[in-house]
């Protein structure tokens, strides 16, 4: 992950990886006993390192750093600490989709929701476990997950479409287990498939 200062950030089974892009030969190894997941950069600078089994971290650009955490005994933490991808909405709200729910974090208010499979609401989750997030050109968001297909939904009213598999490439998604999306030029959403 390219950052605007000045590093480039490499996620590895063991630690973050900092290099100085102006003189690579000077590397730094941060948080070196954490699995890194993905990496995403928001608006405000700060880096995201999602992890498995140790949660969030938010780098900042001055360099401190701050791990968010599921605590059991707290509705206002993450749902789950396996914590796989990231995303930023055109409201600044953060998304970070994790092993068990759908987690919304307002850095403004420094309030957590969390969003899972609900079987009685049809416009909820298909599933609560989340691979992917992609913000579209519109600022809709895109959730790949496990055995739940795709799911859409824009942020302001949280009701989510769902994209399920089908017979044919017509009828639906040819696996319903989603570990990538991308658009192209056309505003076209290509899905690639997660194999276990």
């Known amino acids: 992950c390219c950052t605007d200062d ?3 950030y490499i996620g590895m089974n063991k630690g973050l990886l ?3 892009r102006a003189q690579p030969e000077r590397q730094h190894s941060l948080l070196p006993d954490i699995k890194v997941q993905s990496l995403y950069q928001d608006s405000q600078k700060n880096l995201w390192i999602c992890t498995s089994h140790q949660g969030v971290y938010r780098l900042a650009p001055d360099g401190s750093i701050l791990n968010f955490r599921n605590l059991p005994d707290n509705t206002n933490s993450l749902s789950n600490n396996d914590v796989r991808c990231a ?31 609900q079987n009685n609401i049809s416009h909820s989750l298909s599933h609560s476990s989340i691979f992917a997030l992609y913000k579209d050109t519109q600022g809709g968001i895109w959730i790949g997950t ?10 302001e009213y949280e009701i989510y479409t769902r994209y399920k598999t089908g017979d044919t490439e ?8 989603v570990g990538r999306m991308t658009e192209d030029k056309d505003g076209n959403l290509s899905v690639s498939y997660t194999h276990l």
């Open 6 to 8: 000045g590093y480039i």
């Open 18 to 20: 900092r290099i100085d």
């Open 87 to 117: 995303i930023e909405d055109d409201l600044g709200n953060l998304w970070f989709g994790t092993f068990y729910g759908l987690n919304k974090y307002n850095p403004s208010t420094q309030v957590w929701e969390n969003h899972v499979h």
């Open 146 to 155: 496990y055995f739940g297909g795709v799911n859409y939904f824009n942020p």
């Open 170 to 177: 017509k009828e639906g998604l040819s696996s319903p287990i």
